[in-house]
Every structure is written in C-alpha cells, then in structure tokens.
C-alpha cells in the first residue's frame, strides 16, 4: 500500500522531473549562463510558478547549475584582513620575468564535485608559472601555489603578485607568506574585474580550449585535462602575438 507520504514524494519528483527539463531548454538557449534567480524569471515568464529556492534546489538536483563564475565579494575579518593597493593598475605588460605575476582561482564542474584551480600567470610572457588544484577552496590552496612558484621560480628582483579580493588574499597567511619572500602584493579595487583580466583571460582559455570540449566526469579526469592542457599552453600553443610559445619566449629572455 502507498502511503499518503509516498504519494506526496512521488508526486514532487514527478514535478521536478517536469521543471528540470523547462531548465534544461533555458540553460541550452543561454549556454549555462543564468544562475537560478534568472531562471526563476524565465520560468515565470513561461507561466511555470516554483518558489526561487525551489528552483536552485532542482537545478542542483538535476546538474543544471550555471557555469559562470560567481565574483567574490571582499569580506572584512576583522584583524585577519589585509587590503592592499591596485600597483598593478592594468598594466598588463612586464619587461623581464618575475616582474609582474597575476594570480586567481576559479573552478571545474565534474559529476563528483567542483575542483578548485589556483594558478599564477607571469604577464613577462603570459606563462602559468604555478598552478595547483583542491576540492576545496582554502587559503592553503593559494599558499601552496606561491610555494610551489617560488620554488620553480629565481626570484632575484622584486616581484609584484596581483590578485583579487577574495578571502584566501586578504588573509593573515597570506600577508605572512608574501612577506616572507619579499613578494609586494597589489589588488584589484573592489567591483572592478578588469583589473584582474589576464588571470581571468586564462581561466577563459582554459574552459573554452578544453573543459567545455571535454566536460570532465570526475576530479582525477579534470586534474588530468588541465595537466595536458597547461604543459600543451606553455610549451606548444602558438600565441598570436609573439608567434611561439610562451616558455619559448621565457627561455629566449
């Protein structure tokens, strides 16, 4: 005998089933793009009536969440906060490497979950100087990012890292790893994603070359797409500007 709970479980399944697939049309027309607020607007605009936190909860049931990175917005901690000046300021272009670094995070959608990518991006010649990747998104992530660049890395003169104004930058840890290596670090104003694009700029590379082709199912496939993935852009990929490689470019520096 179906109990009456059952039947009500049932039923919401069944409406869920019929919503998801109104989602998935909306998020096919807009190519990932709308997160659910935006979907709550076009699903009303077609006359189907769910609540905005119904709807989230079916686009996570479903994977139907956008593919869009969400901005972070600068948070103040208090003490453990450290804010510093925009010294970057656009100006993308450095006369030698390890003059200018850019760094951000961004993630990878898989079936199994998000994987977190923090990478440092040396604007002397647009190569990934260090790159790392976690489930989650920690400060240690972003550390570990530094470390690891600082140990492929001669820094002989005084490097200046850009970032955004997220959480893992602003912290304490942060504030002490920079200073350990004589890093200055320069931020991006708050509301103002162009003072970051040439990190933005290879995460955009990266998903449109290869993660959207490939749309990775688990994190090891992901780790293993952006490993063949980074080794192909620093080694092979021709850029349009300089005509070689960007390693290419750094070896002949």
Same mark, same amino acid.
């Given at each position: 005998?179906?109990?009456?709970?059952?039947?009500?479980?049932l039923?919401? @399944?069944?409406?869920?089933?019929?919503?998801?697939?109104?989602?998935?049309?909306?998020?096919?027309? @807009?190519?990932?793009? /709308?997160?659910?607020?935006?979907?709550?607007?076009?699903?009303?605009?077609?006359?189907? !009536?769910?609540?905005?936190?119904?709807?989230?909860? &079916?686009?996570?049931?479903?994977?139907?969440?956008?593919?869009v990175?969400?901005?972070?917005?600068?948070?103040?901690?208090?003490q453990?906060?450290?804010?510093y000046?925009?010294?970057l300021?656009?100006?993308f272009?450095?006369? *030698?490497?390890?003059e200018?670094?850019?760094?951000?995070?961004? /993630?990878?959608?898989?079936?199994?979950?998000?994987?977190?990518?923090?990478?440092? *991006?040396?604007?002397?010649?647009?190569?990934?100087?260090?790159?790392? @990747?976690?489930?989650? !998104?920690? %400060?240690?992530?972003?550390?570990?990012?530094?470390?690891?660049?600082?140990?492929k890395?001669?820094?002989?003169?005084?490097?200046q890292?850009?970032?955004?104004?997220?959480?893992?930058?602003?912290?304490?840890?942060y504030?002490?790893?920079? !200073?350990?290596?004589?890093?200055?670090?320069?931020?991006?104003?708050?509301?103002?994603?162009?003072?970051?694009?040439?990190?933005?700029?290879?995460?955009?590379?990266l998903?449109?070359?290869? &993660?959207?082709?490939?749309?990775?199912?688990?994190?090891?496939?992901a780790?293993?797409?952006?490993?063949?993935y980074?080794?192909?852009?620093?080694?092979e990929?021709?850029?349009?500007?300089?005509? %070689?490689a960007?390693?290419?470019?750094?070896?002949?520096?």
């Amino acid at each position: 005998m179906v109990t009456t709970a059952l039947k009500k479980r049932l039923g919401e @399944t069944d409406r869920d089933a019929v919503v998801a697939k109104e989602i998935e049309e909306c998020q096919r027309r @807009t190519d990932k793009t /709308y997160g659910y607020r935006r979907v709550w607007k076009w699903l009303k605009g077609r006359n189907i !009536q769910r609540d905005p936190k119904t709807v989230l909860r &079916i686009m996570k049931k479903y994977g139907l969440l956008s593919e869009v990175r969400r901005r972070r917005q600068w948070v103040n901690l208090g003490q453990q906060v450290h804010k510093y000046e925009n010294l970057l300021n656009r100006q993308f272009r450095a006369v *030698r490497p390890n003059e200018k670094w850019v760094t951000d995070i961004s /993630y990878i959608h898989t079936k199994e979950g998000i994987l977190y990518l923090s990478m440092i *991006r040396d604007l002397y010649d647009n190569s990934i100087v260090a790159y790392k @990747t976690a489930s989650r !998104q920690t %400060v240690n992530l972003v550390l570990d990012t530094i470390r690891l660049a600082m140990k492929k890395e001669k820094v002989a003169a005084e490097l200046q890292l850009h970032s955004d104004q997220g959480f893992q930058y602003t912290s304490q840890a942060y504030f002490k790893l920079t !200073q350990s290596y004589g890093i200055t670090p320069s931020m991006s104003r708050k509301g103002n994603p162009y003072d970051n694009a040439m990190a933005e700029n290879f995460f955009s590379i990266l998903k449109t070359e290869c &993660i959207y082709r490939h749309k990775p199912k688990t994190l090891q496939e992901a780790n293993e797409l952006i490993d063949r993935y980074i080794y192909f852009y620093n080694h092979e990929r021709i850029q349009t500007k300089t005509g %070689v490689a960007p390693l290419s470019l750094r070896h002949s520096a």
